[in-house]
């Protein structure tokens, strides 16, 4: 009969509780077990794991090949319980020089190529560990680290390497965990190792100091670091910021004031079949007016060539102009946020960083110094133990032959310990020579020796120190500057000036007309003088802006809610369709509403007012928005909206209330501002301001009516000039009953 015992306990949790707990520890795992380096070796557990594998194979560099697909299953079958894919691309960037600054696995096959095509399938590509990773795991044997049980339980991984080599700030790392990220460029070796052996003789070093010792990233794609200086120390110090890369370029003079620029480098983790394709696109967009082609001409080298359209061109500009638009100009970031030695994720600065790597590599010193102590020890004591056998070789023979227990009997004779009793017993007949005994001698000398070399540098901070240098030293001269792998890649350079680059130069010029509808759907359509009544709209929707533009122009939106928002007129939609919202291109919220549409011109005022009959001029070089969400310039709330925007052109101002008063007064009783609420223009009962005007008056007051315009002369509107603020009088006979200027 079956059991009816419950097989579990219930328990009633609340669903938040729940869930944040379990969420919690999800975001643990992956902080410390999956996403982040730790700062000691630079790695992350799969690459350690690698790593710890490929040796446990004997994939050393001397050694052959073996397949990845060997690699990968050891891996996943002994250390890391996830997905083969996962732990095979692990590998392929190792591998990968364009990738990995200082590779640690040498790769036989195809493992991918700059341009971003896959590397070929595990079981067709070969594996083995270069000399760098040999020496990340230098020591491992010898007590180094501590190591844990594998999630099986059925061996054992190091907790972090050795690291005889400063990986996380040589070959960077990048990860995303939950919360938080890392990102950490490539850096040159030598120059590593010449800002730690300072910070080991300088411990209160200034990042200053350190970064004229190591002046930036060294990626293995080359490039030129363009970055200001300053910037790089504060990124430096905190752990947190930017660098800003470009792709090295040269000019080839091809006779007859012909040239072509060829790019040689490219930005690091910039795909070059992408960057061509980007490139391409904006050629057919029309959106490179100086470039006229680009070739792709790449064998093991970089070389993308670059024709301009006219030998006029200056290189320099026509440079300038690719770098605003492609990723032949890139960012790459600084975010030093990493596991220290006590698992804990921070960022840290780059003193902070370096002073981590001293100090294990001090401790793996200490460590491996107390490893080595303790089996001079042991040896030690088997050698006294043989010494023992060639000054009684006689009775430790006879002894053996007679005795039931020799051991015990050998043990009590000469008080023997146990591992000396055993190293007698084991003895080969052979290894009974005379010269053997010479050599045993030799041996407990030269070890005795060293036990108490090793005693005084365990005593000896500063001999530690002078020994962790003289590593740090042998590492530079075996990766530094004077080897092929070590020399210097990316260049370092100043900021460059500033050049301006003509509008022209990145977008063709072309006349343009903007058509916008009154629910806020906008389009360009090609040339000026566009028959309005060729024009459609939507199904109830109808005209409302017809603007003149250029292509190279910028388009000001005045809205309700006092923002004017800008964006380029080649940025419109073109064609013969209805066009896109408005809205879905600049931040317009969805209770705002276009109150004006203009083309930029800096050198312009224009004459800004609220419904509440309020107003101010601004220069229109000060309304310009540099982000969707637009710049605030006049101040409204409440029921109070953005009501007309004007050009400030004239010295007279004519105002309308929904009241339907007029009131003309001077332009100059309005102040300039760059931003407010703005002073009172009209003064109203009940109701607001309608529209606005600026003219000049000896022109006449011009207004549309129907279909027609029709023009107030002076002496027409003298008795509606007054002051500002006054509240006017009915317009003359024949104004628009619309209450509207136009």
Same mark, same amino acid.
């Given at each position: 009969?079956?059991?009816?015992?419950?097989?579990?306990?219930?328990?009633?949790?609340?669903?938040?509780?729940?869930?944040?707990?379990?969420?919690?520890?999800?975001?643990?795992?992956?902080?410390?077990?999956?996403?982040?380096?730790?700062?000691?070796?630079?790695?992350?557990?799969?690459?350690?794991?690698?790593?710890?594998? /490929?040796?446990?194979?004997?994939?050393?560099?001397?050694?052959?090949?073996?397949?990845?697909?060997?690699?990968?299953?050891?891996?996943?079958?002994?250390?890391?319980?996830?997905?083969?894919?996962?732990?095979?691309?692990?590998?392929?960037?190792?591998?990968?020089?364009?990738?990995?600054?200082?590779?640690?696995?040498?790769? !036989?096959?195809?493992?991918?190529?700059?341009?971003?095509?896959?590397?070929?399938?595990?079981?067709?590509?070969?594996?083995?560990?270069?000399?760098?990773?040999?020496?990340?795991?230098?020591?491992?044997?010898?007590?180094?680290?501590?190591?844990?049980?594998?999630?099986?339980?059925?061996?054992?991984?190091?907790?972090?390497?050795?690291?005889?080599?400063?990986?996380?700030?040589?070959?960077?790392?990048?990860?995303?965990?939950?919360?938080?990220?890392?990102?950490?460029?490539?850096?040159?070796? %030598?120059?590593?190792?010449?800002?730690?052996?300072?910070?080991?003789?300088?411990?209160?070093?200034?990042?200053?100091?350190?970064?004229?010792?190591?002046?930036?990233?060294?990626?293995?794609?080359?490039?030129? =670091?363009?970055?200001?200086?300053?910037?790089?120390?504060?990124?430096?110090?905190?752990?947190?910021?930017?660098?800003?890369?470009?792709?090295?370029?040269?000019?080839?003079?091809?006779?007859?004031?012909?040239?072509?620029?060829?790019?040689?480098?490219?930005?690091? !983790?910039?795909?070059?079949?992408?960057?061509?394709?980007?490139?391409?696109?904006?050629?057919?967009?029309?959106?490179?007016?100086?470039?006229?082609?680009?070739?792709?001409?790449?064998?093991?080298?970089?070389?993308?060539?670059?024709?301009?359209?006219?030998?006029? $061109?200056?290189?320099?500009?026509?440079?300038?102009?690719?770098?605003?638009?492609?990723?032949?100009?890139?960012?790459?970031?600084?975010?030093?946020?990493?596991?220290?030695?006590?698992?804990?994720?921070?960022? /840290?600065?780059?003193?902070?960083?370096?002073?981590?790597?001293?100090?294990?590599?001090?401790?793996?010193?200490?460590?491996?110094?107390?490893?080595? =102590? @303790?089996?001079?020890?042991?040896?030690? @004591?088997?050698?006294?133990?043989?010494?023992?056998?060639?000054?009684?070789?006689?009775? $430790?023979?006879?002894?053996?032959?007679?005795?039931?227990?020799?051991?015990?009997?050998?043990?009590?004779?000469?008080?023997?310990?146990?591992?000396?009793?055993?190293?007698?017993?084991?003895?080969?007949?052979?290894?009974?020579?005379?010269?053997?005994?010479?050599?045993?001698?030799?041996?407990?000398?030269?070890?005795?020796?060293?036990?108490?070399?090793?005693?005084?540098?365990?005593?000896?901070?500063?001999?530690?120190?002078?020994?962790?240098?003289?590593?740090?030293?042998?590492?530079?001269?075996?990766?530094?500057?004077?080897?092929?792998?070590?020399?210097?890649?990316?260049?370092?350079?100043?900021?460059?000036?500033?050049?301006? $680059?003509?509008? @022209?130069?990145?977008?063709?010029?072309?006349?343009?007309?903007?058509?916008?509808?009154?629910?806020?759907?906008?389009?360009?359509?090609?040339?000026?003088?566009?028959?309005?009544?060729?024009?459609?709209?939507?199904?109830?929707?109808?005209?409302?802006?017809?603007?003149?533009?250029?292509?190279?122009?910028?388009?000001?939106?005045?809205?309700?809610?006092?923002?004017?928002?800008?964006? %380029?007129?080649?940025?419109?939609?073109?064609?013969?369709?209805?066009?896109?919202?408005?809205?879905?291109?600049?931040?317009?919220?969805?209770?705002?509403?276009?109150?004006?549409?203009? $083309?930029?011109?800096?050198?312009?005022?224009?004459?800004?007012?609220?419904?509440?009959?309020?107003?101010?001029?601004?220069?229109?070089?000060?309304?310009?928005?540099?982000?969707?969400?637009?710049?605030?310039?006049?101040?409204?709330?409440?029921?109070?909206?953005?009501?007309?925007?004007?050009?400030?052109?004239?010295?007279?101002?004519?105002?309308?209330?929904?009241?339907?008063?007029?009131?003309?007064?001077?332009?100059?009783?309005?102040?300039?501002?760059?931003? %407010?609420?703005?002073?009172?223009?009209?003064?109203?009962?009940?109701?607001?301001?309608?529209?606005? =005007?600026?003219?000049?008056?000896?022109?006449?007051?011009?207004?549309?009516?129907?279909?027609?315009?029709?023009?107030?002369?002076?002496?027409?509107?003298?008795?509606?000039? %007054?002051?500002?603020?006054?509240?006017?009088?009915?317009?003359?006979?024949?104004?628009?009953?619309?209450?509207?200027?136009?």
């Amino acid at each position: 009969m079956a059991s009816t015992a419950p097989v579990g306990v219930i328990r009633e949790e609340l669903f938040k509780d729940a869930l944040s707990e379990r969420y919690l520890s999800y975001a643990v795992s992956t902080i410390m077990a999956r996403s982040l380096p730790d700062v000691r070796d630079g790695l992350k557990p799969v690459h350690r794991r690698l790593l710890f594998a /490929m040796r446990q194979l004997r994939l050393d560099p001397e050694q052959g090949f073996k397949k990845c697909a060997r690699v990968v299953g050891d891996v996943m079958g002994k250390f890391h319980p996830h997905g083969d894919q996962a732990i095979y691309d692990a590998l392929v960037r190792l591998a990968q020089e364009f990738a990995v600054r200082y590779p640690l696995v040498d790769g !036989q096959g195809n493992f991918g190529n700059i341009d971003g095509d896959n590397a070929a399938a595990m079981r067709y590509t070969e594996a083995r560990m270069t000399e760098i990773a040999t020496a990340l795991l230098e020591g491992i044997d010898e007590g180094a680290v501590d190591f844990r049980d594998t999630y099986s339980g059925e061996d054992k991984e190091p907790v972090v390497l050795p690291a005889n080599f400063p990986n996380l700030l040589a070959n960077g790392a990048t990860g995303i965990a939950v919360g938080m990220a890392s990102s950490i460029p490539p850096h040159n070796v %030598g120059e590593i190792c010449d800002a730690a052996l300072h910070l080991l003789k300088y411990p209160k070093a200034t990042i200053d100091k350190l970064v004229s010792l190591m002046p930036g990233p060294d990626f293995p794609t080359g490039g030129e =670091l363009v970055e200001d200086r300053q910037n790089i120390v504060n990124a430096y110090s905190t752990g947190r910021g930017s660098f800003r890369v470009r792709a090295k370029w040269q000019v080839e003079d091809l006779g007859r004031g012909q040239y072509q620029v060829v790019v040689t480098e490219i930005p690091y !983790q910039v795909q070059k079949s992408r960057l061509v394709e980007r490139i391409a696109d904006l050629l057919q967009a029309r959106k490179l007016a100086m470039l006229a082609d680009v070739r792709d001409e790449s064998a093991e080298d970089v070389r993308l060539v670059l024709e301009p359209k006219s030998r006029n $061109v200056e290189p320099a500009v026509l440079m300038e102009s690719l770098f605003r638009q492609t990723e032949l100009e890139t960012r790459i970031g600084l975010n030093m946020n990493v596991l220290d030695g006590g698992q804990t994720p921070r960022v /840290m600065s780059l003193r902070e960083v370096l002073q981590a790597f001293l100090d294990h590599r001090h401790d793996v010193l200490v460590r491996c110094s107390k490893f080595r =102590l @303790e089996k001079i020890a042991n040896r030690l @004591e088997v050698l006294q133990g043989y010494m023992i056998v060639y000054l009684n070789l006689d009775e $430790v023979i006879r002894i053996i032959r007679e005795k039931d227990d020799p051991k015990a009997v050998m043990k009590k004779r000469w008080k023997l310990t146990d591992a000396q009793a055993d190293a007698i017993l084991n003895m080969r007949l052979r290894a009974l020579r005379r010269l053997e005994e010479i050599a045993i001698h030799e041996e407990i000398t030269g070890l005795e020796a060293e036990q108490k070399s090793l005693k005084a540098l365990l005593r000896d901070r500063k001999g530690r120190l002078d020994k962790l240098g003289k590593e740090i030293a042998d590492i530079k001269k075996k990766f530094g500057a004077k080897t092929e792998i070590g020399r210097r890649r990316t260049i370092v350079s100043e900021a460059p000036e500033p050049i301006i $680059v003509p509008v @022209e130069a990145i977008i063709e010029r072309e006349q343009v007309t903007i058509v916008c509808s009154q629910k806020g759907w906008v389009r360009t359509i090609k040339g000026h003088g566009v028959d309005e009544a060729t024009l459609k709209y939507k199904e109830g929707d109808a005209s409302r802006f017809i603007v003149a533009a250029e292509t190279t122009d910028r388009l000001l939106v005045f809205a309700t809610n006092g923002r004017f928002y800008t964006i %380029g007129v080649d940025k419109l939609p073109g064609g013969r369709g209805h066009g896109e919202p408005l809205s879905l291109m600049i931040d317009l919220g969805n209770d705002a509403d276009i109150v004006s549409l203009l $083309v930029h011109q800096p050198d312009r005022k224009l004459f800004v007012a609220a419904s509440d009959g309020r107003g101010f001029i601004v220069p229109e070089a000060e309304v310009a928005a540099q982000t969707r969400n637009g710049k605030q310039v006049l101040n409204v709330r409440g029921d109070i909206e953005a009501q007309a925007c004007v050009v400030a052109d004239g010295d007279h101002v004519a105002v309308i209330g929904d009241n339907r008063k007029l009131l003309i007064f001077p332009l100059s009783e309005l102040p300039e501002m760059s931003r %407010g609420r703005g002073v009172k223009l009209q003064s109203y009962a009940k109701g607001g301001l309608r529209d606005v =005007l600026t003219f000049t008056l000896a022109d006449g007051l011009t207004v549309r009516t129907g279909g027609r315009h029709r023009t107030f002369e002076k002496k027409e509107i003298v008795d509606w000039m %007054g002051k500002r603020a006054q509240s006017g009088r009915l317009p003359p006979a024949g104004f628009p009953r619309s209450n509207s200027f136009s």
